[in-house]
């Protein structure tokens, strides 16, 4: 049982920003109206920043509960489909789910590329993780 939850431990900041990232996806927007910085919608934007942080979050839960380098590239993988996988079904309770949502295939190609934007950062911060090794 202790196996079970000890990764919760280590994924607690990815799970309250999953939840963080839900709850902005799912409430009422207020007829906000739609603002441009460099010619790209601002709520895209905000859709990369928020992949990125979580997949940042994923990869940097899994790395502390398996301590070993040489499982980076499995980290990263999974950790990119999990938060692709987590757009997909945001969309998908947007389009069936809330009244005045509905799903942005859009939506989802920002979410992509923020979660590919925080397979690079991690790799930026971290790098090959090779002092893990060492311990």
């Known amino acids: 049982m202790r ?6 431990k280590f994924q607690l900041p990815a799970c309250l920003w999953a939840i963080f ?3 902005l996806c ?7 109206k739609s603002q441009y910085l460099f010619g790209i919608q601002t709520d895209k934007l905000g859709h990369v920043f928020i992949f990125a942080v ?7 839960g ?16 999974i950790a ?14 947007q389009h069936f789910f809330t009244v005045d949502r509905m799903a942005d295939r859009w939506d989802l190609v920002a979410d992509i590329i923020g ?3 925080g397979w690079l950062m991690f790799s930026s ?7 893990l090794d060492k311990e």
């Open 3 to 8: 196996f079970r939850f000890s990764i919760l």
């Open 21 to 23: 990232i839900f709850v």
């Open 26 to 32: 799912t409430s009422s927007h207020g007829g906000f």
């Open 54 to 60: 979580l997949v940042f979050f994923i990869m940097l």
């Open 62 to 77: 899994l790395i502390k509960y398996w301590r070993f380098s040489f499982l980076l590239k499995k980290i990263r993988i």
């Open 80 to 93: 990119f489909l999990i938060s692709v996988l987590y757009a997909c079904g945001i969309e998908l309770f």
């Open 115 to 117: 979660s590919a934007l």
């Open 125 to 131: 911060v971290y790098g090959n993780l090779k002092f």
